[in-house]
């Protein structure tokens, strides 16, 4: 780590009720706000065959009104204070968070905790979010150029796991959704015992647990087992590709190999080679094929960190004239390059560099603290990542990087969507 720059310990207090629910908690007395995120362990992952899209619709249902309040009342409640709440869904989870005045932390704590058991899911309010969501898949997805090519890349890549479907679900599944199906889902996942509460922000710790306690103790925990073991992917064995003719302009390809899941120990590399790849425009691929080769009008490459294992890909768009068996030929001689481990020291360090600036940046606001340290206790399992992981990242070595870029960044591993405009006639 660079000698001038030091990354503050976090202080993290926390409790586990006895229903099951953890809190966490982290002070922060630099401005006269507090973060709340209530993170429920429950993502598109979870969701079983013919019920895609259910966690994503809790994102919209949970504001919907519960046996205390009223449809919108809860961001009334909110706003009206001057504060923001709002809400993500991931493939393992959904996340819902406010930041206010802290002030009002005791007002927050007891919203979240009457919605987590008291939602009240009307015909009216079901039917009229399920249209929400479908429109809102429409102009993420379906009515952008290539807005479908990711999601099929996942359904080749994946044939068992349920990574296979993106959390913003299919059309079929949400049209066929009863609302029998989705009380049962919520009475299943929303549960004290299945949420975590992150605070973070001018407060005192122990009012922050005894709020904590005197909302949430009393919920009763879920009563099923919820069910966390899912079926591994087999491994790939052979390089699929898939070719899809579309009403676009210009040509494009995805790439997806398989890499292993967030916090383990191949993960730091990857994220370094990703970084090194295709983090700015002076990057490896961003720089060969937009600047240099002008084959591409746009280049990235990222991995998709979680749970459980899942893919890092490179993504393309090719310039006029262009086709995607160019652009592939050039990652691949950038992905040879980084498996022989020469990597200019100066390059390593700017990499590292970016790592350090992220991991900063997510120390400058509540809430990014807050979703810093959900993520580490509920995903990662171990909240003190926060304080431990940057250490790491710093120590990875350019014979790291080569290793899993050897291990992963190989043709068997990897499955190709291929994008051609439709040809006129």
């Not at 008291?118 to 009515?143: G, M, W, Y």
């Not at 709020?211 to 966390?228: D, H, Q, W």
Request: net charge negative; aromatic share 10%; glycine share 6%.
């Amino acid at each position: 780590m660079p000698a001038a720059v030091k990354v503050p310990r976090v202080t993290i207090h926390s409790v586990t009720l006895a229903n099951g629910l953890q809190a966490l908690m982290v002070e922060d007395h630099q401005a006269p706000v507090a973060n709340v995120q209530v993170w429920y362990h429950v993502g598109s992952k979870n969701e079983a065959p013919g019920k895609t899209g259910f966690a994503h619709l809790f994102e919209h249902l949970m504001f919907e009104g519960t046996k205390n309040l009223g449809p919108e009342e809860f961001s009334d409640s909110i706003v009206r204070s001057g504060g923001l709440d709002n809400a993500f869904t991931t493939e393992d989870a959904t996340v819902f968070w406010e930041t206010i005045p802290s002030s009002l932390l005791s007002v927050v704590l007891w919203l979240e905790a009457d919605r987590m058991r008291n939602l009240v899911i009307t015909p009216e309010v079901f039917s009229t979010e399920k249209e929400v969501v479908k429109e809102e898949r429409r102009q993420r997805f379906d009515n952008q150029p290539y807005g479908n090519v990711v999601e099929t890349l996942y359904e080749h890549a994946y044939t068992v796991h349920p990574y296979r479907h993106m959390p913003i679900g299919s059309m079929d599944d949400l049209d066929r959704a009863t609302l029998e199906s989705i009380r049962d889902f919520y009475d299943l996942y929303y549960v004290p015992n299945n949420a975590a509460v992150v605070i973070v922000g001018d407060f005192d710790w122990r009012e922050g647990e005894r709020l904590v306690r005197k909302y949430f103790a009393p919920l009763e925990p879920g009563n099923r087992p919820i069910e966390r073991r899912f079926q591994p992917e087999p491994p790939q064995t052979a390089k699929r590709v898939v070719q899809l003719n579309k009403n676009l302009a210009l040509p494009a390809f995805v790439e997806g190999y398989h890499m292993p899941a967030d916090g383990t120990p191949d993960a730091y590399p990857l994220r370094l080679a990703a970084a090194l790849l295709s983090d700015g425009e002076s990057s490896r691929i961003y720089r060969r094929l937009v600047y240099e080769k002008q084959i591409a009008l746009q280049a990235q490459c990222t991995g998709n960190f979680t749970e459980e294992s899942n893919l890092f890909f490179v993504l393309a768009i090719m310039n006029p004239g262009h086709m995607p068996a160019e652009g592939e030929a050039e990652v691949e001689s950038e992905l040879d390059r980084l498996k022989t481990g020469q990597i200019p020291s100066e390059e390593l360090s700017k990499a590292k560099n970016q790592i350090l600036r992220d991991f900063i940046l997510s120390r400058q606001t509540s809430q990014s603290r807050a979703e810093e340290l959900g993520y580490a206790a509920v995903i990662l399992k171990n909240p003190e990542l926060v304080n431990t992981e940057l250490a790491r990242f710093l120590g990875i070595t350019p014979e790291d990087i080569a290793r899993v870029v050897k291990k992963y960044f190989v043709p068997e591993n990897m499955t190709l969507v291929e994008v051609f405009p439709h040809q006129k006639t």
